[in-house]
């Protein structure tokens, strides 16, 4: 993600475990480590995705994180949801031909992996520019970490506020939220 701030570039990633970050970490730093001035990590260990409410109001807050382990899938599970990833829309039928399943049990693995909460949502991705909007996202590093909860409910609060990261590094929390102007943003982040 391309940032106007003191950050110039933010990379996010998903991994299964910390060798894999390394991997990834040590190539970034050998191809072109002679480019980055400074670097920042944070772990997120929960996400809230809060929806597009400041369009259509009120919508179903999605969690991910803090789970108690990892569930056991199958290779047809991991195909099916690879098919999803490139394509949420795709048709029952259509998936059954890719995975050589049929339409029954293709129903079947997507009320389990629902069950499981391995798939909890679909997203919607706006291209905001174009309805005249703005993603800003805010960090906060707080002075009192048992007062975390109350700033979460308020962020709960506002529709313009996406999506809410608790973390751990730096900051810990960040909130992408969604305005017209910066003046907008100022006015929220003075409450």
């Given at each position: 993600v391309f940032l106007q701030s003191s950050t110039d570039l933010e990379i996010s990633l998903k991994i299964k475990n910390s060798g894999e970050f390394y991997d990834f970490y040590n190539k970034l730093l050998d191809d072109y480590g002679q480019y980055i001035k400074q670097k920042k990590l944070s772990v997120v260990t929960k996400e809230y995705f809060l929806g597009h409410r400041y369009l259509w109001g009120e919508s179903e807050i999605k969690v991910i994180g803090r789970t108690s382990g990892a569930v056991e899938l199958d290779n047809k599970d991991y195909e099916l949801i690879e098919e999803l990833v490139k394509d949420c829309r795709i048709g029952i039928?259509?998936?059954?031909?890719?995975?050589?399943l049929s339409p029954s049990s293709i129903i079947y693995k997507l009320r389990n992996l629902q069950k499981k909460k391995i798939i909890i949502g679909h997203n919607l991705i706006?291209?905001?520019?174009v309805l005249g909007f703005n993603l800003f996202r805010v960090g906060i590093l707080l002075s009192d970490l048992s007062k975390k909860d109350l700033v979460i409910n308020f962020l709960f609060e506002n529709k313009n506020v996406v999506k809410i990261n608790e973390l751990i590094g730096e900051r810990d929390l960040e909130f992408d939220c969604v305005f017209r102007t910066v003046g907008e943003l100022d006015k929220f982040l003075e409450k």
């Open positions: 039928l259509d998936l059954g031909k890719k995975l050589s706006l291209n905001l520019e």
